[in-house]
């Protein structure tokens, strides 16, 4: 695994030399693949993912999606290793790390929830934990279960608020930004409505016998005569019905 990483980093900004001097930002880019290369190797990620997010934004190079996917799972964050993993994928349909992904993304689902972000007012600048999103509203985002701190940037306030994000659920969160608060919804389960039709049998049934047991009553109390031995004992064939809720 440590050698396919090699290859992909390699691969990301291995053109030659004079291919970056008339790009200052593929140069730039350049630098910083190679010093998160450096700390990738002294087993540093956090600061390694840094450089090879900003390699990616300099470069736009889709090898490097691969790079910082591999790094999020190293700093064990299934939830932004999905993310990077998925846009490596989009990027590059016929990658032969597809088969190895795709079993790493199912691996991963367990842990990861998604989180939508909202604004008030709409338009904020979303960084969650420092890294910048984009501006709301944020349709989804991948995230490690757990609590997360999301920030919101309009044009004259900022707020930071914590987000605990729930595995195998979509969250929406909306930043109040000059208040510098959130609301967090998730979608509610719908509850099965539980099908009440097998009462009305039974209470019909249990009317008519409720009724016809007042009439035999009034027979047999005018009458005078006692019928109850009459009665004893006679359910105990087909002709006795019991009528049980399912």
């Given amino acids: ?18 291919a970056f001097a008339d790009n200052a930002d593929e140069e730039i880019a350049r630098a910083h693949f190679q010093t998160g290369l450096s700390y990738y190797d002294s ?3 956090e600061p390694a993912v840094k450089e090879f997010l900003e390699a990616y934004r300099l470069s736009r190079r889709p090898a490097l999606l ?7 799972e190293k700093l064990d964050d299934p939830g932004r290793a999905t993310v990077y993993y998925r846009r490596y994928l989009d990027a590059e349909p016929s990658a032969i790390e597809r088969t190895e ?4 993304l199912v691996n991963f689902a367990p842990r990861v929830g998604e989180l939508a972000v909202k604004s008030e007012p709409a338009g904020a ?8 999103i984009g501006y709301a509203p944020i349709e989804r985002q991948s995230l490690t ?4 701190e999301v920030s919101a940037r309009g044009e004259r306030f900022a707020a930071t608020v914590k987000v605990t994000v729930e595995a195998g659920v979509l969250q929406t969160a909306t930043v109040d930004v000059k208040r510098g608060t959130v609301d967090v919804e998730r979608p509610r389960p719908e509850t099965p409505r539980t099908s009440r039709r097998w009462l009305w049998p039974v209470l019909g049934g249990v009317g008519a016998a409720v ?4 009439v035999v009553g009034l027979v047999f109390g005018l009458s005078g005569t006692d019928y109850s031995a009459l009665g004893r004992g006679t359910c105990l064939g087909s002709g006795c019905v019991v009528v049980e809720p399912k």
Avoid at 66 to 72: A, C, D, V, W
Avoid at 145 to 148: D, I, S
């Fill in 145 to 148: 279960a757990g609590t997360h």
């Fill in 101 to 104: 992904i795709a079993t790493k």
């Fill in 125 to 132: 600048e979303i960084a969650i934990d420092g890294e910048t």
């Fill in 1 to 18: 695994m440590r050698a396919l990483l090699m290859l992909a980093l390699a691969g990301a900004l291995s053109a030659p030399q004079d």
């Fill in 43 to 45: 087993n540093r990620f």
């Fill in 66 to 72: 691969y790079n910082i996917g591999r790094t999020y």
């Fill in 211 to 214: 009724l016809a047991a007042v």
